[in-house]
Nanobody
Framework: QVQLVESGGGLVQPGGSLRLSCTSSKFNLGYYAIGWFRQSPGKEREGVSCISSIMSSDGSPYYKDSVKGRFTISRDNAKNTVYLQMNSLKPEDTAIYYC??????????????????????WGKGTLVTVSS
């Protein structure tokens, strides 16, 4: 299993932007689907977005409906980093954000609760607070 490292969270006003980063010192993230998840206080963890492996024939990223048009997931393979650009942030986006891979599942499986719900290699996450 691999534990990824998240960064880039912070306090931002509604309508503002943040860019989260996800990296690993041990694995080439380009070969794996990488998902971003979030958990708000008192709520279940949920999948937000996912980017497929560079080896996948399906390069289309996945987004939760509530973030479509506002969030963009991308890779910088030279930096071995996956980003989540978050624009037009809303108070309901407040959560701890995590990135995750199981080195095996494509996005359509990685984002399924029965898959990520059973995983125990979560990192520390990065806190995003959207508030005025």
């Amino acid at each position: 299993q691999v534990q990824l490292v998240e960064s880039g969270g912070g306090l931002v006003q509604p309508g503002g932007s943040l860019r989260l980063s996800c990296t690993s010192s041990k694995f080439n993230l380009g070969y794996y689907a990488i998902g971003w998840f979030r958990q708000s206080p008192g709520k279940e963890r949920e999948g937000v977005s996912c980017i497929s492996s560079i080896m996948s024939s399906d390069g289309s990223p996945y987004y939760k409906d509530s973030v479509k048009g506002r969030f963009t997931i991308s890779r910088d393979n030279a930096k071995n980093t996956v980003y989540l650009q978050m624009n037009s942030l809303k108070p309901e986006d407040t959560a701890i954000y995590y990135c995750l891979t199981d080195l095996d599942s494509p996005c359509e499986l990685l984002l399924h609760p029965t898959i990520y719900g059973g995983m125990d290699n979560w990192g520390k996450g990065t806190l995003v607070t959207v508030s005025s």
